[in-house]
């Protein structure tokens, strides 16, 4: 099963609104990283937050990370029909190499 | 595109049977990861490959088993199917060195059946 949760499990919006997906963790973490897939294809990387990190931009993402409460956010503006898709957040931990991956969040974003 | 490529695009196989996945990694990366993905979940990490030598194995029985190829390529393979095993299967490439951590780049996958 996996050890972080991410909420919400969907989110049905309107293009032009903005979209923030959440995401939780019990251990400790060497970075902490976003993924987007389209219908059960392959995994596209979107964002890297190192655990020194707090805020990171690219384009229209904004990520968040806080690691006294274990979690981190994706702020996806100014939404688009093709934002549509399932978003991961994947964390490495200290203590090895492997990526641990939530439950995934199903954006809609109707036109 | 990541530059990740697996083969073959979709499988269906018996339960009982044995499956073989191939993942040709991205140019320059020397470690292999593989995830499993039921439907409606997140990917679980199965194992990691770097230099031809298992590098961390998730929560999977023996039956599910690895190779890396001096060229850096892989092959997952998995004995007596059963019927859970069903899921889109990705292997994802990254470059490995020591004490610095790069980006899993994720290839399409494969979509396992078993009947």
């Known amino acids: 099963s996996q050890q972080g949760e991410e909420d919400p499990q969907a989110l049905s919006i309107q293009e032009g609104e903005n979209a923030t997906m959440n995401c939780s963790y019990k251990?400790?973490?060497?970075?902490l990283q976003w993924y987007r897939q389209n219908s059960g294809r392959g995994l596209v990387h979107l964002i890297l937050?190192?655990?020194?990190?707090r805020e990171k931009h690219s384009g229209r993402l904004r990520v968040t990370l806080d690691t006294s409460k274990k979690s981190s956010s994706l702020l996806i503006t100014a939404s688009r029909a093709a934002d549509t898709a399932s978003y991961f957040c994947?964390?490495?931990?200290?203590?090895?190499?492997?990526?641990?991956f939530g439950e995934g969040t199903q954006l809609t974003v109707n036109p | 595109e990541t530059g990740v490529t697996q083969s073959p695009t979709h499988l269906i196989k018996t339960r009982g049977q044995q499956v073989t996945l191939r993942c040709s990694s991205q140019?320059?990366?020397?470690?292999v990861s593989w995830y499993q993905q039921a439907l409606g979940q997140g990917p679980q990490f199965i194992f990691q490959?770097?230099?031809?030598?298992?590098?961390g194995r998730g929560n999977f029985p023996p039956r599910f088993s690895g190779l890396q190829f001096p060229n850096y390529s892989s092959e997952l393979n998995v004995n007596a199917l059963e019927l859970d095993d069903s899921a889109l299967y990705l292997c994802?490439?990254?470059?490995?060195?020591?004490?610095?951590?790069?980006?899993?780049?994720f290839g399409p996958g494969t979509r396992l059946t078993v009947t």
């Open positions: 994802a490439s990254s470059a490995t060195r020591t004490g610095v951590y790069h980006e899993q780049y």
């Open positions: 251990t400790s973490i060497n970075n």
């Open positions: 937050i190192r655990s020194n990190e």
């Open positions: 994947a964390r490495l931990e200290t203590s090895g190499s492997r990526l641990t």
């Open positions: 140019s320059g990366h020397n470690t």
């Open positions: 490959y770097y230099r031809e030598e298992e590098n």
